[in-house]
């Protein structure tokens, strides 16, 4: 009943996006990335001693990141993006401006070619951006099904015990109080550190 119930919220969200439209979807992402690169850019030099950000790469009417990379880029920081794989593993290689694309075997999405790496080589990052449908203010989050980021994010207490900062941005109907219970949380279910949305800035959770 938990993932048919799981299924329909997920259905009703990516309904939702299409319906706030491309221009509205635009300008809360535009707003997002200015917030994202504020926070980062003002971290002391201790919290981001890697100069290292992993993040996925913009797909249909998900909150568009991607100006973020080519900023972070342009100031000398280490971009990582996840590579899917059929397994519902991931592993991840770097990306810059012009680096080499191709065509994902999974979905119609472009991907760099570059040599794919395991999750060690994004634990020590300054920051994850982690990607859902929606979130809620303790620092849960509905993923799109495939469960790809739950197995990550689990992995990395085991690879480091001083693991990336974890935040995830959506757009403002899609950030809910953890006490509506908004979609359904698992006791497998591991929260971010913050949320971040256009309205309410980023959230501490």
């Not at 119930?5 to 259905?11: A, E, F, G, N, V």
């Not at 920081?77 to 810059?96: A, N």
């Amino acid at each position: 009943m938990i993932n048919e119930t799981k299924d329909q919220l997920r259905r009703d969200f990516f309904s939702q996006r299409k319906q706030l439209g491309t221009q509205e979807r635009r300008r809360q992402s535009d707003v997002l990335c200015g917030l994202l690169l504020d926070w980062y850019r003002g971290l002391e030099a201790a919290q981001r001693r890697a100069k290292k950000v992993a993040l996925t790469i913009k797909f249909g009417t998900e909150p568009d990141t991607d100006p973020i990379m080519e900023a972070l880029y342009g100031d000398g920081v280490e971009v990582w993006v996840p590579i899917s794989h059929r397994d519902r593993s991931m592993s991840w290689t770097q990306w810059w401006p012009d680096v080499e694309m191709q065509k994902s075997a999974l979905a119609p999405i472009l991907e760099p070619t570059g040599q794919r790496f395991g999750p060690e080589a994004v634990v020590d990052a300054d920051v994850v951006f982690v990607p859902a449908l929606a979130a809620d203010t303790a620092g849960y989050r509905l993923g799109k099904g495939g469960g790809y980021y739950d197995r990550f994010l689990a992995m990395l207490p085991t690879l480091s015990a001083n693991v990336p900062t974890l935040i995830t941005p959506v757009f403002d109907h899609e950030f809910f109080a953890a006490e509506t219970e908004a979609f359904p949380v698992g006791e497998h279910d591991l929260p971010v550190q913050a949320v971040a949305t256009a309205q309410s800035g980023i959230v501490w959770c």
